[in-house]
């Protein structure tokens, strides 16, 4: 199995002088491709930034992200844009006061489940296609759904879900979880689940977890258990 991401000393601050916060500093790790990794650790301890990070959203002030063979920061601003977009797909948070969904993002997801699908079709996504003539407000976790939805047409490479099932309820959340699970394995794509939720930390084959700075944990679970299992 190829390594990917590699990561090497990985440090990110933000702010000038007195303000000045270092978020990260100094990261090693090496995940294997295909690999589901679970990101933990207290809130304000960096996972998002490492998120950002790993999906090009923002630069390193040091430190090496490498993907094939090709380090992030040696690429300029129109080929991380371009890898940004390629490489990764990132889930954002569910804001429980957020903007309402657009309809049109439910609308473009079909266009892939109409599609041949690799390993056949992800329960939940099919779920998302029986309902299709509803509006997405009204399918709990049809945010998610949609993204994951749009992340397979692209065949993504990694797949970086940054508190995926933050606002949802507890049988939607093991949905998404499924159905993320599920990608990974099928798409064989790099996952990186952040979240708060340590029993979610038990389905992922590798457990990081972040603090004051550092990966305080890198450690490799022999059994993970099946999301559709869990229970916290
Ligand atoms: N754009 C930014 N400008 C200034 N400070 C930032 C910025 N982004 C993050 N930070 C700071 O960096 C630190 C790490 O933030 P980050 O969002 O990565 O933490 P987190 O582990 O994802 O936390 P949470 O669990 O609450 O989501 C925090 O102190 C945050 O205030
Ligand atoms: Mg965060």
Redesign the pocket.
């Known amino acids: 199995m190829d390594d990917f991401p590699i990561i090497r000393d990985l440090r990110k601050g933000?702010?000038e002088g007195g303000a000045r916060?270092e978020?990260l500093e100094g990261i090693d790790v090496t995940l294997a491709e295909g690999e589901l990794c679970a990101l933990l650790?207290?809130?304000?301890?960096?996972?998002?930034?490492?998120?950002?990070l790993v999906g090009g959203l923002?630069r390193p002030d040091a430190g090496t992200i490498e993907v094939d063979g090709t380090s992030l920061e040696t690429l300029s601003d129109h080929d991380l844009n371009e890898y940004r977009h390629s490489a990764r797909l990132r889930l954002p948070?569910l804001q429980p006061r957020g903007r309402p969904h657009d309809p049109r993002e439910h609308r473009g997801v079909p266009v892939h489940l109409k599609g041949p699908a690799r390993g056949g079709r992800p329960p939940a996504l099919a779920r998302l296609w029986e309902q299709r003539d509803k509006l997405p407000a009204q399918v709990s976790g049809s945010q998610q759904r949609c993204t994951i939805g749009r992340a397979l047409v692209k065949k993504p490479r990694l797949l970086l879900c940054?508190?995926p099932t933050g606002a949802l309820d507890y049988e939607t959340s093991k949905e998404i979880l499924e159905l993320i699970e599920q990608v990974s394995h099928d798409y064989g794509c790099t996952t990186i689940i952040?979240t708060?939720n340590a029993a979610i930390g038990q389905m992922a084959e590798r457990r990081l977890r972040?603090r004051e700075g550092a990966l305080a944990k890198n450690e490799l679970n022999p059994s993970p258990i099946p999301a559709a299992e869990l229970e916290w």
Not at 42 to 51: A, D, E, I, N, Q
């Open positions: 933000y702010g916060v978020v650790g207290p809130s304000g301890s960096g996972k998002s930034t490492f998120l950002n923002e948070v940054d508190e952040v708060h972040l």
